[in-house]
């Protein structure tokens, strides 16, 4: 709502807004109009990016962050094939594109991501550890607990003890 409403008082005309991605009218910005919209997005958090990969690699982040947070799906397919079909990209342009701007795999951040959907779980207490690892497709609670601990440097029940529950927005990820 916040983006829609900033594109229309600069005068843009939104198709769509979904999650990381915008669709306007307007298909040639001039530098001014590139430079305020960049300004605009700015000052609420969000940034505008024109290049083809650096939208490749947040079309990637999206869908990642999607799959892991928001589905209630369990992933049938492996990680690849999913992102490629999706995407409608070969996995290896996607791979190397992500390494090239985030200085990390696709699959490290999806494992940061899921770490991150660990912790989320894990502070609300609704569900065991089985349940989790079953609800972000690990194949046992051994799997989940190794990756959990080497992310955090500690096992999930010692990360659900400690007071201070440290967690990370999606974005800082």
């Known amino acids: 709502m916040v983006v829609k409403a900033e594109l ?78 999706k995407l409608a990209v070969e996995y ?20 940061a991501q899921k770490i991150e959907k660990v912790k989320e779980l894990l502070t609300y207490g609704e569900k065991s550890l089985s349940e989790i690892a079953y609800e972000l497709n690990y194949s046992s609670v051994a799997h989940l607990s190794t990756q959990f601990k080497k992310v955090t440097g500690e096992t999930p029940t010692a990360y659900k003890s400690n007071d201070n529950l440290e967690r990370k927005t999606l974005n800082e990820i």
Do not use: C, M, W
Not at 42 to 50: I, Q, V, Y
Not at 58 to 64: D, P
Not at 92 to 111: C, G, N, R
């Open 8 to 85: 229309e008082k600069l005068g843009f005309n939104p198709i769509s807004i979904q999650l990381g991605e915008v669709r306007i009218e307007q298909e040639n910005l001039s530098e001014v109009e590139k430079k305020g919209l960049r300004l605009a997005l700015d000052k609420f958090g969000f940034e505008l990016l024109t290049e083809k990969k650096e939208q490749l690699v947040e079309q990637v982040k999206t869908a990642i962050i999607e799959l892991v947070h928001y589905s209630k799906e369990i992933l049938k397919l492996n990680l690849s094939d999913y992102l490629s079909q």
């Open 92 to 111: 290896a342009s996607l791979s190397a594109t992500f390494s090239e701007y985030e200085h990390q795999t696709i699959e490290k951040y999806f494992i």
